[in-house]
């Protein structure tokens, strides 16, 4: 039963914090700072709210999670994976909650037989899966090196070195006279998503590509290996999903709508994060090494020059490789986990907080780390819950399933449930979430919450806060990044327009551990956080920031940065037509006046609220919060974005040749630049146009 904030501090959160304090330098009484988006009456409970929350997420409790999760490799829909779940649902059972597991059925491939053999200048088999470690458990069942929803193919051919496998990278070998066609491309990790790789590779005419891990990026190069140490070993093979999924999110076969039991599906010949895709798997940089020794050729620039002491030369000529790589692809079940704690004043309000469970491996880090967080965070919910604290609106805690895939469990979840989505606040995303580096990406109207809420959280190895490490480590400034692709926030942002956070946080070394076996228990322990003391603090972050967006009485939203910002966007986009064009092909002179008009009524609007918060004009804060909300939505397209629908929002979005990069003012950047069709950049335009006057209007008072 709900009890009101008052009786619930009369029996024991009154005593949290205190609500007056003595000035150092006076001695006299002073009352602290209302927190943003609070009357002071308000804060006065948040801050006791926050610490008794506060006290619970514990470095003991982080270890004790990542022992138990972490024990098993959890591959989505496999049976680990189903292990995991059902430990997950006996955790939050264990806190007094009631959870709840959702079912999906997705279209996954499994591999049964990947095997790469250097044929020339000698023949020899390479390895596709790492050496086993004595304290690693069902190592079995871990699959080899593996790039998900590849198709088959049993190809031979010539080997060419690709560097990243960019466009600019296969516009450089024609430049050379290198040909691809009907070719291997041997390309490294980084730069852009590994999907990209593939995508880029067929337009170049190869039939194959193999994808390695150069130690310039994540090995030796850069520090001790694993399992002396962080860094990827020459075993070290980084798995990941090759699904274009700049193109949509989630299961291929239902773009659009939740992959339920008896959904209807498209073809695979149909599905958009399926298609312009060529055999493609991953090896170690010890399986590359004789196949970029061997190859001939003119010796590559010092850019493409990578960590292996030898020189490195683009092919053909020298290495032929044979690829058999042969799947299953099936829809199976994969499972998200929730928790909806009903909030006293707007339930129909939500705001969630999540984190994938699934792992190509063991998955400590990626994401243990995160569903840890969300752990932390429920079951100190759990003992406020039974102290009679309720919040003001629905909290909803969550860990995702086949986000690996291509973010595939939380896409299901939020098409399944997009009229009650309509009313959220925001989504929290927590994904690879524990360490000394904070690296947090949000939508600008939330980036003064991400830094309100840093400086609540004392930061281990320091006497100060997050917010104060976070500022030591980048001179003095507090970088957000700008949401993009790769992670659960992308159908929440990206399709239906919920403003979203991810706080990321990681040790350095840690990324040579991605996708590889080697991301366990031991590499947290020995490299990542010893302590566990990171993780108990991101959980501290996670929960502060989704307490606050919950009981706010105005919600922190403040649009007159973003606002600001896309008038830069707009003004960035005309510069760059009169570089790649010459002139400017679509005026969005009108987009400029608008989006400043719109940062005046956001200004206008936080004025009202800030001066409705010092008055405890209550009568006014419904309809402050309905349009904070609603603001974001306006900036979705319900045509979508060119050449890929299921994205809507007008202002980011992966970008199509990049994938995880952040690509502004999506829409007019794609049909004028990839798409070189100025008509319909100006169709796109008008479309952006009456967004802007959208949430013009929707701030408006």
């Known amino acids: 039963m709900f009890r009101s904030r008052t009786l619930a501090l009369a029996v024991g959160l009154a005593t949290a914090v205190p609500l007056v304090a003595a000035s150092p330098a006076t001695g006299h009484a002073t009352v602290p700072a209302p927190i943003p988006g609070f009357t002071a009456k308000s804060s006065a409970w948040q801050r006791a709210y926050e610490k008794e929350f506060s006290a619970i997420p514990s470095a003991a409790n982080a270890r004790r999670l990542d022992a138990e999760l972490a024990q098993e490799p959890a591959l989505a829909g496999t049976t680990g994976d189903w292990h995991r779940v059902q430990r997950i649902v006996r955790e939050l059972r264990s806190y007094g ?131 002396k140490g962080p860094w990827r070993a020459s075993d070290g093979i980084q798995r990941g999903s090759v699904a274009q999924m700049m193109y949509a999110a989630g299961d291929p076969l239902t773009p659009g709508w939740a992959s339920t039991k008896h959904a209807r599906r498209l073809k695979p010949s149909q599905a958009p994060e399926l298609q312009g895709l060529i055999p493609t798997t991953p090896i170690s940089y010890g399986a590359a090494e004789p196949l970029l020794r061997a190859l001939n050729g003119a010796q590559v620039p010092k850019e493409w020059q990578g960590g292996l002491p030898f020189p490195y030369h683009f092919g053909p000529g020298g290495t032929r490789v044979h690829l058999d790589l042969q799947s299953d692809f099936i829809t199976t ?170 706080l990321g946080a990681t040790s350095p070394g840690t990324s040579g551990n991605y996708h590889c076996t080697c991301d366990d228990f031991y590499s947290t322990e020995h490299f990542g956080d010893p302590t566990w003391e990171y993780h108990a603090a991101m959980s501290k972050l996670a929960g502060i920031a989704t307490l606050r967006l919950a009981n706010a009485d105005v919600i922190a939203m403040h649009y007159q940065p973003y606002a600001a910002e896309t008038v830069g966007y707009l003004n960035d986009f005309s510069t760059e037509q009169q570089q790649k064009l010459g002139k400017v092909a679509v005026d969005v002179s009108r987009d400029v006046r608008q989006a400043q008009a719109w940062e005046k009524a956001a200004q206008a609007l936080q004025d009202r609220a800030d001066k409705a918060l010092a008055k405890g004009d209550t009568a006014v804060f419904r309809s402050l919060n309905d349009r904070l909300i609603r603001a974001e939505r306006d900036l979705l397209t319900n045509a979508g974005l060119p050449a890929r629908p299921w994205y809507r929002h007008q202002i980011y979005a992966p970008g199509l040749d990049t994938g995880y990069a952040t690509q502004r003012l999506p829409a007019l950047h794609d049909a004028l630049f990839l798409q070189n069709n100025p008509a319909s950049a100006r169709v796109y335009e008008g479309r952006l146009y009456a967004s802007l006057q959208a949430a013009t209007r929707t701030l408006t008072l």
């Open 333 to 502: 079940p994969i499972w998200d986990v929730t928790v909806r704690i009903p909030g006293a004043k707007r339930p129909d309000q939500e705001v969630v907080l999540g984190g994938h469970h699934d792992a190509w491996a063991y998955g400590s880090l990626d994401n243990l780390s995160g569903t840890e967080n969300v752990l932390q965070v429920a079951r100190a919910l759990g003992k406020l819950l039974k102290r009679g604290w309720r919040p003001d609106r629905t909290v909803v805690l969550a860990t995702w399933d086949g986000e690996e895939y291509g973010i595939y469990g939380s896409t299901e979840y939020a098409e399944e449930h997009e009229k009650q989505l309509r009313n959220a606040v925001a989504y929290v995303n927590m994904d690879m979430a524990a360490g000394s580096e904070f690296t947090p990406a949000s939508t600008p109207a939330l980036d003064q919450s991400v830094i309100d809420a840093s400086k609540e959280v004392p930061w281990p190895g320091t006497n100060g806060t997050l917010y104060d490490a976070w500022k030591e480590q980048n001179k003095g400034q507090t970088p957000i990044d700008r949401i993009g692709g790769g992670s659960d926030f992308q159908p929440f942002f990206q399709r239906f327009g919920v403003p979203a956070m991810d």
């Open 97 to 227: 909650l009631k959870p709840q597991v959702n079912t999906y059925y997705t279209y996954l491939s499994r591999p049964k037989r990947v095997s790469v053999e250097m044929t020339a200048p000698q023949r020899r088999v390479l390895p596709v899966k790492e050496t086993k470690q004595p304290w690693q458990k069902y190592f079995d069942d871990i699959i080899p090196g593996y790039n998900g929803l590849s198709p088959s193919g049993n190809v031979e051919g010539e080997v060419v070195y690709a560097n990243y496998g960019r466009p600019e990278d296969f516009a450089l070998l024609a430049k050379n006279g290198i040909s691809l066609k009907g070719k291997i491309a041997l390309v490294r990790y980084g730069q852009v998503f590994r999907g990209v790789k593939p995508a880029q590779a067929a337009k170049a005419g190869a039939k194959a590509v193999i994808i390695y891990s150069d130690p310039a990026n994540d090995g030796f190069n850069r520090g001790t290996v694993y399992p």
